[in-house]
């Protein structure tokens, strides 16, 4: 794996709290209640300030607040954080948010201290709540526009699902009507269960898990991802998909890129797919929860893999990273390193294909 001072992009989860609830997310029970096991934290500026050695990081290009269990903007320190990274490094700051929080006077101040900001909007007005549940329409392109209008640089995502398909080229129109520098459509990956099988209908549920509604897979060929016909191939080929994501030769992603992440609760990931199996109801049903906690006890603790207890520098070049690269050649990898980045697979691609701040997967598949 890279060095420290390799490392040209960080994605930091800055919150595990979000006002949404996004059926396809892992944070919930498909749209209803926030999973019990997951901590809901905040990163706090101090923290920033702190666990990274900055002074080391000198190809670091980008700082993106992402994450995997939350929102940024559920951060109260965001706009200290995003200030403080631009005008202690040379990083560009950037951040993916459903966009309800807040109000346009905050977006407003924002703007001063971000890059860009990718504002997740999957439909219009009688649409964009059916996945971004909670989230109100008007209320997020009100922050966008404040955001657009104090100078920012606001890119639209849009997540096609069926009962927004017919919607995304007039969002496209809207985008540019109101200012945002980009449009990307993202066909998503997510109609799997645990064992990798597409399902064309997902169950929505409210807090008592009972089905509220279905969310189903576009129609239209252009937004259907292709991993269901992948999916087709490696099972004639392998059988199953787990012997599959046993046996595939891999290709970091994240090494190729000079990526890495960190999630709100310490824990650092050469990328966001593998923080992913931590928390979740069908996560910790999967065998790559139980694989994950049994690579940090043979490492000598979790602890070692968190960089609230172990310096960064070390879990990168000489503890957990080191660990998880020798488990890619050997029966203890996870599966999650098999589905993501081997031989026979590009969900991350293709989910993104039209997404243009994502690196192209440029490695030979
Ligand atoms: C957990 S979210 C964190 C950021 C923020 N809360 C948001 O939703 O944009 C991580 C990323 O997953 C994306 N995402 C959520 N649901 C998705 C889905 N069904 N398919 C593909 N990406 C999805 C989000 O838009 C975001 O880019
Ligand atoms: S807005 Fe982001 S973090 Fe919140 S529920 Fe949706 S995908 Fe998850």
Redesign the pocket.
Known sequence: MYTVDQIKHIEWELSTK?NAA?P??VRNHYGGATVKSLPLISVTLDQVKTLVPWDKMSSLEMVYF???????IANNELLEICKWIKTHTKAAVAL???GGLQSPKYWRKLAEHVDWCAF?IDGLADTNHVYRRNVKWHKVIANAKAFIDAGGEAKW?F?VFKHNQHQVDTARQMSKDLGFTQFNY?K?M?FLDKSHNFLDKQPVLDDDQNVEYYLEMPTIDKYINNVGLNLQKIKQQYGNFHTYANLTSITCFANHERKLYIGADGYVFPCGWLADRQYGIDVEQHPDHKKLKLLWQQLGGAHLANLYHTPLQTIVEQTWFQQLESSWTNQDRLERCGAQCGAGTNHIGD?NIDVDYIPKLTMQK
């Open positions: 979000c996004c396809q997310c992402c994450g995997t269990y939350g929102d940024p993916h948010t459903n997740a995502d997540i993202k998503t997510r989910q």
